[in-house]
């Protein structure tokens, strides 16, 4: 039988699939001039993401594409197989932070993985975080997470229906419950503690209707203080001569020097220091955006 099923899935696969009929896509006349060259850009108004124009024609291009899938005979095999292939627990290495592990663990069913904590001195585990009750349809997830180096707070990061845009929250290990603290228009970033709260990159705030769309630029590095609000974070760096460069931080485990890393594509950064107990500048440590630089220690 399994023979004759392989056999199948090759003669099914063989088969070529019928022509498909494309919605028209409608071209306009956008033009830009580039040093001097106009350079046309027909298919600009798709960029909207949110006019009706736009939706319209993604829900034209997903009947067709549904259409053509709903088709394939040995298609629910597929899923069938990969979902019996994909439903076991599997759980993340956990994580010391002062008295506190913590640690994710997914059943293979679930939309996402669920975050746990447990006391070292009574091993009695329970839910820090479940990311599959932030939303009905699954669609917000929990993006990253950073715990204090106490364990005494986790930072998490959420996403919505996928986007790069980060919403972060704190929650308080003890009672598992939020503060009040939220922080928006964050992409792109990690978070480094110290003892009192966190160095974050983020963005201005987008204009309305282009947050999905908008260019991402002058991202700039703060701090946040626990129990403050947002409008309160201290500006730590920012570049308006470089509107590309992106920004993390890191703090060393005595909490006396500031790295600073620099980036400006997917690989490659600069390394610039800072200490935290004198009022000095940043001192440049690599200035070479083609080597890939981290502080290990002192």
């Known amino acids: 039988m399994a023979g004759l099923s392989a056999l199948f899935l090759i003669q099914s696969c063989q088969k070529k699939p019928g022509r498909l009929s494309y919605p028209a896509t409608v071209q306009s006349d956008s033009t830009d001039v580039y040093y001097g060259t106009q350079v046309a850009d027909p298919y600009r108004w798709l960029e909207d993401d949110n006019s009706e124009e736009t939706k319209k024609w993604v829900q034209a291009q997903n009947a067709v594409t549904n259409n053509y899938l ?5 298609r629910d095999a597929i899923k ?22 913590f640690y994710s663990r997914h059943d293979g069913i ?3 993985a669920v975050y746990y904590v447990k006391n070292v001195t009574d091993s009695i585990e329970r839910v820090l975080i479940d990311p599959n009750l932030l939303s009905e349809d699954g669609t917000t997830s929990v993006a990253a997470t950073s715990i204090s180096p106490d364990g005494q707070y986790m930072a998490y990061a959420i996403s919505e229906g996928g986007s790069d845009w980060r919403e972060v929250f704190i929650r308080e290990v003890e009672t598992g419950s939020d503060l009040d603290d939220h922080l928006q228009y964050i992409k ?13 990159g983020r963005y201005d705030q987008p204009a309305k209707g ?14 946040h203080k ?3 609000p947002q409008s309160e974070d201290r500006l730590v760096y920012e570049d308006q001569q470089n509107p590309r460069h992106m920004f993390s931080a890191e703090v060393d485990d005595e909490f006396r020097y500031l790295m600073l890393y620099t980036s400006q594509s997917t690989h490659g950064n600069t390394l610039s220091i ?25």
Do not use: C, M
């Not at 709903?70 to 040995?74: G, R, S, V």
């Not at 947050?211 to 700039?220: A, D, F, M, T």
């Open 70 to 74: 709903a088709k394939i005979p040995f």
């Open 80 to 101: 069938e197989r990969l979902t019996s292939v994909w439903a076991y627990t599997r759980q993340s290495a956990p994580t010391q932070k002062g008295n506190y592990l």
């Open 110 to 112: 679930q939309n996402h």
């Open 188 to 200: 792109f970033s990690d978070f480094s503690w110290d003892a009192q709260g966190f160095y974050y």
């Open 210 to 223: 282009s947050e999905l769309s908008g260019s991402n630029e002058y991202q700039k590095l703060f701090y």
């Open 226 to 228: 626990l129990g403050t």
């Open 274 to 298: 800072k200490n935290l107990n004198a009022n000095g500048d940043w001192q440049l440590a690599d200035p070479d955006f083609n080597t890939e630089t981290t502080f290990i220690g002192r």
